[in-house]
């Protein structure tokens, strides 16, 4: 199993601030989704990045796919508490369409 | 999560007994995955379905899980003679019968309690 790493794995912050999470992985990956959960719901995809070095934005989020496509980064730019959540990156497997997740990140944002 | 609808929500269960847990997956979806979070961790895949085929079940632990998607009706999870340890969420998933196999939408899963 080829894993995902994700890190911080806990963030808290204050309203407004920026952040950023990281997914890295020591193999490459041809795909790369982030999800985000709220507690009690399932996971919502919010973006498949495909091509090394792909940037794709959505709203205040951006988010960045390596050019070795072994990694990807999420940005939030002026945090707010509605951003609150687990953030997970997943991976896809070419055979079988199954998901490897990563550990998640749980970000809290202060009002 | 728009679609894919899971039942029940929450389910309680003693040890011994067992648990069901029913996906109906997206209109116009035909892959079903099944997914188990337990507290303060990611999702672990569990098994890939399409109608009346199981095509990948390596995260299926060996003993009590089995699944299935009939031709007719939901995909269904069965658990049976549950343990302490079985107590998690488990998510169910759909994608269309598309190339994009990876893009899955997920439901708002079963929490599972054994007591």
């Known amino acids: 199993t080829q894993l995902l790493e994700q890190s911080p794995q806990f963030l808290s912050i204050q309203e407004g601030e920026n952040l950023t999470v990281y997914c890295n992985s020591s193999?490459?990956?041809?795909?790369l989704q982030w999800y985000r959960q709220e507690p009690g719901e399932g996971p919502v995809l919010l973006v498949t990045?495909?091509?090394?070095?792909e940037v794709k934005k959505l709203k205040r989020l951006t988010f960045q796919f390596g050019d070795a496509r072994k990694d990807s980064s999420l940005h939030i730019t002026a945090a707010q508490p509605g951003d609150t959540g687990l953030y997970l990156c997943?991976?896809?497997?070419?055979?079988?369409?199954?998901?490897?997740f990563g550990q998640g990140t749980t970000l809290q944002v202060k009002p | 999560n728009a679609g894919v609808m899971q039942n029940p929500r929450h389910l309680v269960r003693r040890r011994g007994q067992e648990a069901r847990l029913r996906c109906s997956p997206m209109?116009?979806?035909?892959?079903v995955y099944w997914y188990r979070q337990l507290p303060e961790e990611g999702l672990k895949f569990m098994v890939y379905?399409?109608?009346?085929?199981?095509?990948?079940e390596s995260g299926m632990p060996k003993e009590r899980f089995s699944a299935e998607f009939p031709k007719e009706g939901p995909s269904i999870l069965r658990i049976q003679q549950v343990v302490r340890g079985d107590s998690a969420a488990y998510f169910c998933?759909?994608?269309?019968?598309?190339?994009?196999?990876?893009?899955?939408?997920f439901g708002a899963g079963t929490r599972l309690s054994v007591l």
């Open positions: 379905l399409q109608k009346e085929n199981i095509i990948d």
């Open positions: 990045v495909v091509t090394g070095g």
């Open positions: 209109k116009g979806h035909s892959h």
């Open positions: 998933a759909s994608s269309p019968p598309s190339a994009a196999k990876n893009i899955q939408y």
């Open positions: 193999s490459v990956f041809s795909s």
């Open positions: 997943a991976r896809g497997s070419s055979n079988t369409g199954k998901l490897i």
